[in-house]
């Protein structure tokens, strides 16, 4: 939306805004917690709050379309794209395309945790929808995998939904998230949090019964002797993000394989001339503020590049 | 008594070291602006937080409306907040900001909406 939104206060006249869900704002909707706006808005917000700025903002501007529940399935090197929308397949030609498809969350499996696949794991951004959105608690004894900050967050909003949340397990050294959100979603209610520590084994044949922790040395390799059981039906997984680079990788956008973000020449840049990326698709960042500056940058490099054409 | 803290007020996430007298902050440092100072003061003398959860809605196009309370509250609060939240059900549409419920628990302050929600599904 900020993209859109600079875009077209940079005089882009005609703007289509393509999304995949029912509404505009992405995970913002369900990030309830306080701490978006501090630096945009110089003051303190919700999610569904700081969406919220955009959506009345670019409701207001006539220049930009908005297609909701479309979903893009092809994207070519000229910046044709097909997508989805209910009773429909459409395609559009773009003279610049930015896109701002966010990350997917790393999963159990990419971290490589021995044992069983019973139910009761769920990425962190999962839990919290299924709690934010649904308003259902996917479980009642929590083990949280890492300390990304939603993780962290989802270990207060599990307490305060009644369930019990038994560990956060760190592999390095120190908090993968925010210090603040390590104070006021864990140290605050208690949570006892293990640094150089692994979850080495899941049990469980239906549901998660309990997991083995062990704690690690610099290398990330176990320490004999150190196991120790944790009961639990849930667990969390909150490693890290990855940026959703699909289509623009289907477009022939060169990408870093270790990250998947767009190997670039400059911000929101990408290989190909008049396709930028902003957002958590360029690069993982901590703070929403910082998305919308740049991606605030990126509307203003798309209209500027149209001026070449 | 010295101790430290760490400063929530922004992502910095500043290590403040605070010389508290019989429960009062006398004195703070390490704090990168004026935030932290008043952070260090209340989180000593009267810790605060702002509560943040989810209601339940009936009739309306979302099922869970989020809400949060318009000031901070005590920290040792929070969870009967959790469950004081769970007894409130939003039947008619609302606006961010609206108020959801007035004088919460008691604390003289409001539960607020953070997202709009209309009738529908």
């Keep these: 939306m900020a993209a859109a939104i600079s875009a077209s206060l940079n005089g882009v006249k005609d703007i289509l805004l393509l999304e995949r869900d029912q509404y505009l704002g992405g995970i913002l909707n369900q990030s309830v917690h306080t701490g978006f706006g501090l630096s945009y808005f110089k003051e303190v917000l919700t999610g569904p709050e700081y969406a919220e700025r955009f959506t009345r903002k670019i409701g207001q501007i006539p220049g930009i379309e908005i297609s909701l529940k479309s979903f893009v399935v092809n994207l070519t090197q000229d910046k044709v794209l097909i997508f989805l929308k209910p009773g429909m397949l459409q395609t559009v030609k773009a003279k610049a395309l930015i896109m701002a498809t966010g990350c997917r969350e790393k999963t159990r499996e990419m971290v490589h945790i021995a044992g069983t696949r019973p139910a009761g794991i769920f990425s962190a951004g999962l839990a919290q929808k299924l709690i934010n959105i649904e308003g259902l608690l996917p479980g009642n004894k929590v083990v949280v995998v890492g300390s990304g900050d939603i993780g962290l967050i989802m270990a207060r909003r599990f307490i305060l939904e009644g369930a019990e949340v038994k560990a956060v397990i760190e592999i390095q050294n120190q908090s993968r998230g925010l210090v603040r959100n390590l104070v006021q979603c864990v140290y605050d209610f208690d949570i006892p949090v293990y640094f150089n520590h692994k979850v080495s084994r899941i049990y469980g044949r239906d549901r998660v019964e309990k997991v083995d922790v062990v704690k690690v040395n610099e290398d990330f390799r176990e320490i004999p002797g150190t196991k120790f059981e944790l009961e639990c039906d849930t667990l969390l997984i909150s490693v890290g993000l990855i940026p959703e680079n699909e289509l623009i990788e289907m477009a022939g956008v060169a990408l870093d394989r270790k990250s998947n973000c767009p190997l670039s020449p400059e911000l929101n840049k990408t290989s190909i001339p008049g396709l930028f990326v902003c957002g958590n698709s360029y690069k993982v960042y901590d703070i929403a503020d910082s998305v919308t500056r740049d991606s605030e940058i990126c509307g203003k490099m798309a209209a500027e590049y149209l001026l070449t054409l | ?121």
């Design chain 2, 1 to 121: 008594m010295m101790k430290n803290l760490t400063c929530i007020e922004c992502p910095l996430g500043c290590v403040l070291s605070v010389d508290v007298e019989n429960c009062k902050l006398a004195k703070v440092s390490g704090n990168k602006c004026p935030k932290g100072e008043i952070y260090a003061k209340a989180e000593v003398e009267d810790p605060q937080r702002i509560f943040t959860s989810t209601v339940l809605c009936a009739g309306l196009d979302l099922k869970m409306l989020p809400v949060r309370t318009n000031q901070p509250i005590p920290k040792n609060k929070i969870i009967d907040a959790g469950f004081e939240v769970k007894k409130i059900k939003v039947t008619k549409r609302v606006c961010a900001g609206d108020i959801i419920k007035k004088d919460f628990l008691g604390l003289q302050v409001d539960l607020i909406a953070t997202r709009p929600a209309s009738a529908g599904k």
